[in-house]
């Protein structure tokens, strides 16, 4: 099965954060369901049923950061 990627920048260009994972989309909607895996700058996020699941910080970033960061339920079992 194919995956699809979500790539961003969890920082404008300005150095202010841009907080974007958030429990639902506030936008219309373009495809529901389409990615599978999330990579920002600051770790890499599988989707899942359940919510996104961390599966890699970035380096110099903490999981409480990322959890602070991402309005989204988020699993971190895989990187404590």
Known sequence: AAS????????KKDGTEDIKLLPECNLPLTGVGVVDLIITDLGVMEVTENGLKLLETA????????QSKTHAKLDVSAVK
């Open 4 to 11: 699809d990627v979500y790539k961003r920048q969890a920082k």
């Open 59 to 66: 380096p110099g970033v903490t999981v409480d950061e990322i």
